[in-house]
């Protein structure tokens, strides 16, 4: 399967995974190498997820994403909610604990799942391992993890 944008995403994970959209409330979208944090933040504008986090390690495209979002706070009032859920993190993925993340994040919610994408376009094969490695000894139990490609 092919994912080539935020629709594909959210239509693939509906179809393979349509478990993890009955509790959405307890499911936070993490989106690792979130450039611009445009995924981050569709995915709080259109799923009822807890909470939408980007994490992205080069510092310019994770400033525009939280000068976006601030600018989308200053002009559009009415979207207090949806825009709250969205969080930006400047980190190198490899120091993020993922199971402190989620209680960090999103302490108010029971028995959290991640729904994590990777755009891993850029990412060797190694690391893609060690990421693999890392997610799945920290990882919610019931994450569910989509990248662009294997």
Known sequence: MIIQGFWDIVHHA??????????EKNVVFLDIGSGRGLVP????????????IGVEIVETCHKEATDGRKELVAKYPQY??????IEYILEDVFKINFKDL????????????LFIW????????????SLAKKLENEAPKGSIIFTSKA
Request: with cysteine.
């Open 118 to 129: 990777i755009s891993s376009l850029c990412c060797p094969p190694n690391i893609m391992e």
């Open 80 to 85: 207090k909610k949806e825009i709250s859920k």
């Open 102 to 113: 989620v209680k960090q994040k999103a302490p108010s919610t029971k028995n959290p799942k």
């Open 14 to 23: 509906k179809n393979i995974h349509p478990e993890i959209f009955k509790d």
């Open 41 to 52: 933040l569709m995915f709080a504008f259109y799923t009822k997820f807890s909470k939408a």
